[in-house]
């Protein structure tokens, strides 16, 4: 009998998060990523330069001199080179806290712990997901459907 595959943990779960996420922002165009729903409004590229920048604030607690080893990204210079390479390294940086915390049993400046804090680092960027998309669909700008779709099917990202 063939071994049973390994269970899915928290740190796969969070890794394939953030490939959802950079799955969106790799088909979006230039002129989607310049959007911004309103003049005071983040811009398409400010919503995903936020989620690297709040992994950075969860981060400044927790692993202070990981966290400053990151570079935030200002409002308005997010390219969408610059977003893949910054969402892969805080991605990565991220599921290591996570594997840790999950390992010990300990998250620093976290009283319900690893799994109360992965779900809400999930839904934030879920939510932030969402909100280009709609954004992206009230400006008639829409991705494309299949794109849409497959943001839907995390057995095969």
């Given amino acids: 009998m063939p071994d049973a595959p390994a269970p899915y943990t928290l740190t796969d779960t969070w ?16 002129e989607q990523l ?10 398409i590229a400010d919503q995903f330069a936020h989620l690297h920048n709040v992994r950075i604030l ?7 001199a990981v966290a400053r080893a990151l570079t935030k990204i200002d409002k308005g210079t997010a390219t969408k080179a610059l977003l893949q390479e910054a969402l892969a390294e805080s991605a990565k940086v991220i599921a290591d806290l ?22 809400y680092a999930l839904a934030h960027e879920a939510h932030h997901r969402g909100q280009i998309i709609l954004y992206l669909k ?11 779709y497959s943001l839907w099917e995390w057995e095969k990202i």
């Fill in 98 to 119: 996570i594997a840790e915390a999950d390992r010990t049993g300990k998250l620093k400046s976290s009283k319900r712990g690893v799994i109360a804090f992965f779900g």
């Fill in 15 to 30: 890794h394939l998060n953030n490939r959802v996420n950079l799955l969106l922002l790799d088909h979006l165009t230039d």
């Fill in 58 to 64: 969860w981060l400044e607690p927790r692993l202070p």
């Fill in 34 to 43: 310049a959007f911004a729903p309103s003049p005071k409004a983040r811009s």
């Fill in 138 to 148: 009230q400006a008639k700008m829409r991705i494309d459907p299949m794109v849409g």
